[in-house]
């Protein structure tokens, strides 16, 4: 049962474009909810985060929108460029210790 | 600051046979985290620990040992590798803050 539900699994576009990548949870205990990029045989680094009292957020090319009562928050990636091509997982953390769980990841492609 | 180290990158196993993954941080954080990563599956939590002599279970513990005898290391022990447990493993630590720092990874594959 994954708490965290991510879409889609892969996506493609053209430089420039803006993909937009989607996760839900169920457990209103959640209450932060980061964005993580992974590059090919790396560790995922922290991309972006957000809390539950802020609908939107944007960090350079990158914006985090929330929607608390649909339980549903997505990545949209501005002016899209070939480095972006990475996998990317959202997550969330509920209560102490930062436990993380994580979406299943989104494989994104910048075509140039 | 190196940050998240682990050693090896690298690792086969045959069925039934033990290793012990390790992870060193040298940020003084005192959270720490044993993360797995399957394809298609995201990253589970494994084990973590909130401070030197203090660790806890994960969602997915199971044939897996860990101890934090100080604040820089969290080794990760794997008694009898099965084949479940072929794995990319990360290690991850924060200091009590919401950013966790990931290692590099170890890849296992137990044959």
């Known amino acids: 049962q994954q708490q965290v539900k991510q879409s889609p699994q892969s996506l493609i576009v053209q430089k420039g474009g803006i993909p937009i990548i989607n996760c839900a949870y169920e457990?209103?205990?959640?209450?932060?909810f980061p964005w993580y990029q992974q590059f090919p045989g790396k560790g995922p680094a922290l991309l972006i985060a957000?809390?539950?009292?802020?609908s939107e957020k944007k960090e350079g090319r990158f914006t985090i929108s929330f929607n608390k009562s649909a339980k549903q928050f997505s990545l949209h990636i501005m002016d899209s460029q070939p480095g972006d091509s990475a996998t990317y997982f959202c997550?969330?953390?509920?209560?102490?210790?930062?436990?993380?769980?994580f979406g299943a990841g989104t494989r994104l492609a910048v075509h140039p | 600051n190196a940050g998240v180290t682990q050693t090896p990158k690298f690792r086969i196993l045959k069925i039934g046979q033990s290793m012990t993954l390790q992870c060193t941080q040298d940020?003084?954080?005192?959270?720490m985290y044993w993360y797995r990563q399957d394809p298609g599956m995201g990253l589970k939590l494994i084990y973590y620990?909130?401070?030197?002599?203090?660790?806890d279970k994960g969602e997915v513990p199971n044939g897996y040992n860990v101890s934090r005898s100080t604040t820089e290391d969290f080794p990760l022990r794997l008694e009898l590798a099965a084949p479940s447990q072929t794995s990319v493993y990360f290690c991850?630590?924060?200091?009590?803050?919401?950013?966790?720092?990931f290692g590099p990874g170890t890849r296992l594959t137990v044959l």
């Open positions: 991850a630590s924060t200091l009590s803050t919401d950013t966790q720092y």
């Open positions: 457990n209103t205990a959640f209450d932060y």
């Open positions: 957000i809390r539950p009292d802020v």
């Open positions: 997550a969330a953390v509920s209560g102490g210790y930062n436990k993380l769980i």
């Open positions: 940020m003084n954080h005192n959270y």
């Open positions: 620990s909130v401070g030197a002599g203090i660790t």
